[in-house]
T-cell receptor, first 117, second 114 residues
């Protein structure tokens, strides 16, 4: 089973500052990687994902994440945050299993990003 | 395409009562996954079902919890004799084929046990 570590439980930043939310996972086998965002009292929305190909993936709202296989990391970055980015961010991993484990995601504990004006 | 529909959005139960949580997957999706999010924690996998079959229930508590996904109708997560520790958000996700392509989460059911 995978273990996902989000090193920061809370990240406060001022508006227009850059931000990095860190994510590390345990296994060196081939993985799929995801970042989800959760706004208060809402469900999970997929922010971006790495399945194959380019190790740098981007979302439509300015976030990007880079898959680093040697460091087993998938850190999320944004060069300039907005107040509307305030939310909980979850890193998730699937270990490209077969059969019953293929669609199973392992989640980190989440990072609360708070953007101050 | 209405996405994954979960209801109710909020559910309050007294200790000892039963809770039934429903999940209607995306139209055409036949694979359903249930996750539980305890306060200040990430989501934890509970169970994976296909139509009429439980494929993987390794994340389900051994007692009081059960899940089904009948041929017709939504998937149901049932918790009998609820306790305060069952208070959590329960999320359902669906997939067309058991892979992560098209994997979609619902908005969750927030269960509060009083």
């Amino acid at each position: 089973a995978q273990s996902v570590t989000q090193l920061d439980s809370q990240v406060p930043v001022f508006e227009e500052a850059p931000v990095e939310l860190r994510c590390n996972y345990s296994s060196s086998v081939s993985v799929y990687l995801f970042w989800y965002v959760q706004y208060p009292n809402q469900g999970l929305q997929l922010l971006l994902k790495y399945l194959s190909g380019s190790t740098l993936v981007k979302s439509i709202n300015g976030f990007e994440a880079e898959f680093n296989k040697s460091q087993t990391s998938f850190h999320l970055r944004k060069p300039s945050v907005h107040i509307s980015d305030t939310a909980e961010y979850f890193c998730a991993v699937s270990d490209r299993g077969r059969g019953s484990t293929l669609g199973r995601l392992y989640f980190g504990r989440g990072t609360q990003l708070t953007v101050w004006p | 395409n209405a996405g994954v529909m979960q209801n109710p959005r909020h559910l309050v139960r007294r200790r000892g009562q039963e809770a039934r949580l429903r999940c209607s997957p995306v139209k055409g999706h036949s694979h359903v996954y249930w996750y539980r999010q305890l306060p200040e924690e990430g989501l934890k996998f509970m169970v994976y079902l296909q139509k009429e079959n439980i494929i993987d229930e390794s994340g389900m508590p051994k007692e009081r919890f059960s899940a089904e996904f009948p041929k017709e109708g939504p998937s149901i997560l049932r918790i009998q004799q609820v306790v305060r520790g069952d208070s959590a958000a329960y999320f359902c996700a669906s997939s067309p084929d058991g892979t992560l392509y098209g994997y979609t989460f619902g908005s969750g059911t927030r269960l509060t046990v009083v």
